[in-house]
Antibody, heavy 118, light 110 residues
Framework: QVQLVQSGAEVRKPGASVTVSCKTS????????INWVRQATGQGLEWLGWMNPNSGDAAFAHRFQGRVTMTRTTSTSTAYMKLSSLTSEDTAIYYC???????????WGQGTLVTVSS | QSVLTQPPSVSEAPRQRVTISCSGSSSNIGDNPVNWYQQLPGKAPRLLIYYNDLLPSGVSDRFSGSKSGTSASLAISGLQSEDEADYYC???????????FGTGTKVTVL
């Protein structure tokens, strides 16, 4: 079955960077986009961007451009999201999700809590 | 601030029907298919409806979706306690060149 398994919780100081990994299995990694979505405590869902695992091409929400990068290692079917220049407002659960045609996300990782605190 | 507006909460008794609205604009709902996600407390979101009205495998047919113009709706019939969750609509926004989520609706089963 399709699975997306994310790396564990992280704590960072303001100004630092964090990288979250998303290891996939149960399907051909290069045939579906990977999206990243975050959720602050008690808040709604916010899309950060997507990556094409086949080409490595990526696109990001305007507010994260310049601060987020998305990469992958095809040999291990793993996607990565790096967010830089962290502030307390980046404290959230970060999810990876597989993208389907029509723009829906049909499988999600379990989430990774990133806490930014001095 | 989300560009897709949902009611913050809806509540209804068991076995009844609820409808959740999602209001957008011509650059998002008006021009792209709408998806709905269910998020149970403490869990990751789950795809509930895709391409406006299609159910993924394994999703109960008590859930249904529709779209008209710049608005979409999610209906839950035969409400059950296990349906208590947050529900989000979502679609692509051509103006923002990005995927946008609704503000979210909390469903409570009385």
């Amino acid at each position: 079955q399709v699975q997306l398994v994310q790396s564990g919780a992280e704590v960072r100081k303001p100004g630092a960077s964090v990288t979250v990994s998303c290891k996939t299995s149960g399907y051909t990694f290069t045939t579906y986009d990977i999206n990243w979505v975050r959720q602050a405590t008690g808040q709604g869902l916010e899309w950060l961007g997507w990556m094409n695992p086949n080409s490595g091409d990526a696109a990001f929400a305007h507010r994260f451009q310049g601060r987020v990068t998305m990469t992958r290692t095809t040999s291990t079917s793993t996607a990565y999201m790096k967010l830089s220049s962290l502030t307390s407002e980046d404290t959230a659960i970060y999810y990876c999700a597989r993208g389907k045609m029509g723009g829906s996300f049909d499988s999600w990782g379990q989430g990774t809590l990133v806490t930014v605190s001095s | 601030q989300s560009v897709l507006t949902q009611p913050p909460s809806v509540s209804e008794a068991p076995r009844q029907r609820v409808t959740i609205s999602c209001s957008g604009s011509s650059s998002n709902i008006g021009d792209n298919p709408v998806n709905w996600y269910q998020q149970l407390p403490g869990k990751a979101p789950r795809l509930l409806i895709y391409y406006n009205d299609l159910l993924p495998s394994g999703v109960s047919d008590r859930f249904s979706g529709s779209k008209s113009g710049t608005s979409a709706s999610l209906a839950i019939s035969g409400l059950q306690s296990e349906d208590e969750a947050d529900y989000y609509c979502a679609t692509w926004d051509d103006s923002r060149h990005g995927y946008v989520f609704g503000t979210g609706t909390k469903v409570t089963v009385l």
